[in-house]
């Protein structure tokens, strides 16, 4: 398996992921609409800890089956969506969450696009002022244009 | 002996590569004019070597040719012949080779479509290319040899990976290559034009028809790829936000950009450094791209290990190439001064926006896709950064611009008059909101990412068609329509491209909002309902194919009684690479696609089966082609078939712009 990743990774899809078969599997599902849905939710954002990039809920490692029996033990038991997700992390570790959080170090992923939004468009602002200041400054043509108008007319 | 022949071409293209940097860049300093027109004729040998290199790999994958490593790790006798080829570029050496293949073919491209170049530009971008050039064919013969023998040949080969044996995927590499390495012409443009201190409307106008060819086939390759992780993957998903995904996204994001800032140079001769900053990045980003996919360094931290040699050398590639064009920006942008003046409100300032909107979007993926591994070296956390990031951070910057595109797409050069522009689309944004609050309140799955993506799709789609109808004048109907078809095809490019976007963001928005899905345990002969469909499970069977062994499963959806699709989706095993693989059944459709997994045999006797309702699937892939073909319109306007110099001289005879 690992021989197929790695060639899976050097080869250059557009995807590294482990074969496809079945996520979710029938025996799984929760007869209440609602709570399934909930669970759905929630394992599409926890990541698989032994796959490629995959969330739980597309993955078929038997980790990943565990888990989405783990997430709903914990929701038919009466937790909050957020609960589950701490249990689930308190175990694997922040490695799982596809959403990081926006806490600590995590604050430059979130701010980073935001910031240079700011920052890309006040100097594109200013850049676009002083070229429209030119523009305002000579509503006529400036000296350069009139030479090359004379000569045009010359010519 | 064709397989050394190959080896032997390769190396000889290195040395042809050199002669083809130094020469030529020697010639151009010295304006000696005998050296620079050694570039022509090397660019075009370096190309047939390589060609011939690459037809040697094939030929060895064709006949399956044991004695080499890479058929042996990556085919198969049994294996169809269409896959016996694409297993060429199916793995790290010959997709690499590929990559020099096509960088040569460019190379050459420049050699036979720039005879309208001043004598020095051409000589130094020919150079430049050649430069890129050497650095992969080094990599090549130094790191990753497609042509290594083996001492003992096998009798069999170990297969290629059965997921890329797939006509979508086949094709997908190629097209993908051409887009990344097309942007290579862009970057030798860049740097050819630093080197020299001048960039002028004349430049632009070189430079954009490859950068546009670049666009057209990343949109191609990136679309193939959507459309095969679609079918392929067996969960009806189309975009993943996966590394591999991003690196492909990022030089289109940063390419649509410098095909809008290039226009800005060509037209109106400002935003010179900017352009020039962005066709170094674009590049610089696809050297990126292929560094996360060749190094395994971001999907996991510890596959680098495994090949650390690979991964510093395209570090040092991309270092080299980025950092030396960055160092000589920083010395000679300040010689490219603005000509063009704008004021607040006009095209050239809308275009501004489109650039910071794309390339700070490209950013953001950029960030997202290195934050794993940002995260592990400084903070010495271990997370990760998916789909719910990407959808939070990227979505509003598609939403920005679709939302600026119709009116900045209109407004004239130099000033505008934004009432007028607003006025003019007043009532395609009234027709657009009304539309999304209807299909708001008529959905049955409360989602408010639909109608917004409805909203702006009928928003853009109607700016296009009003840009395009006002270019008619203000003459009676009959006039303005016969105008219309008159219009020069880089205006029908624009619309049509734009109107590509406007179909795939409402596609992206319904498949994301509306899907439908079943998840259930069948018995054979049994009936479930999905959607307004009944679907039945008739059969399941095995089956035996060239390489593979299938468990085939014989479905009928109907609707109100009548058939509407027998479909048959598999479970097939390839015995070879010892690999299972999913093979969803799709009944495609204008309005939905029906979708058909078929999963394993319960212990009860019934059958596991996923089954889906696609919203406008179809419609993803048309708008990604539309994209791609409003580019290509664009592409062929007359401006770039008639020589350059030629329109450049009439141009300054009779300045109508």
Redesign the interface.
Known sequence: MRA?V????????????A?????????E?LSDPVLEARARAIS??L?CPVC??E?ID?SNAPISRDLRLVVRERLVAGDTDTEVVDFIVARY????????RAE???LL??L??PG??LM??GL?FA???R??V???ADAGLNAEEEARLKELLKS | MIVELGHFALILALAVALVQVILPLWGAQTRNAALMAVAEPAAVIQFVLVLASFAALTYAFVVSDFSLRLVV??SHTLKPMLYKVSGV????EG?LLLWVLILALFGACAAWFGGNLPPTLRARVIAIQGMIGVAFLLFMLLTSNPFLRLEVPPLNGEDL????QDPG?AF??PF??LGYVGLSMAFSFAVAALIEGRVDAAWARWVRPWTLAAWIFLTIG?GL??W??YY????G?FW?W????NA?FMPWLLAAALLHSAIVVEKRE?LKAWTILLAIMAFGFSLIGTFI??S?VI??VH?FA?DPERGVFILAILAFFTGGALVLFALRAGVLE?K?????I?R??AL??NN??L???A??VF??TI?PLV?EL??D?????????FN??FSP?VVGLALLLPIGSMMPW??GDLRRSLRLMLPAFVLAVAVGLLVWAMQTQKSTLGPIGVMLSIWVILGAAVDLWTRTGRDGLGVRLSRLTRLPRADWGKAVAHAGLGITIFAVSAMLSWKTED???VDIGASYPLGRYEVTLANVEQVQGPNYFSTMATMEVRSNGALVATLTPE?RTYPV?A????EAAIDYGLWRDIYL?I??Q?ANGGW???SYIEPFANWLWAGILIMAFGGGLSLSDRRYRVAAGAARRAAAMAPAE
């Not at chain 1, 060639?7 to 590294?16: C, D, I, N």
């Not at chain 1, 074969?19 to 025996?27: I, R, T």
């Not at chain 2, 063009?340 to 607040?344: E, I, K, R, S």
């Open positions: 197929v790695l060639a899976l990774m050097l080869s250059l899809t557009t995807l590294v992921a074969p496809a078969a079945f996520a979710v599997q029938p025996d599902v599409r954002d990541r490629q990039g969330s597309d570790g922040e490695f799982v969450l596809f959403n990081p600590g170090a995590n992923l979130w980073a696009g240079l939004l890309g468009g594109a850049y676009t002022r070229r429209s030119a523009a305002g | 790790l990556n570029w199916g793995n790290h997709s990976n059965p997921l890329l995927l997908h590499p993908l290559y990136i790829g959507s095969w992780a392929e993957l067996g969960w998903g993943f996966d590394p591999v995904e492909s400002s996919v060749r395994g999907t996991s596959s495994n603005a063009g003046v704008f004021a607040m006009s050239e300032s501004v926006a910071l909107l390339s700070v979007s950013f953001v960030i997202g934050w995260a400084f903070f956390r271990k997370l990760s950064v998916g789909e719910p990031f939070a951070a910057f130099k000033r998840i259930r345990v479970k690479a690999m299972p693989t999913t997994v999963g394993d319960q596991a089966v996923r």
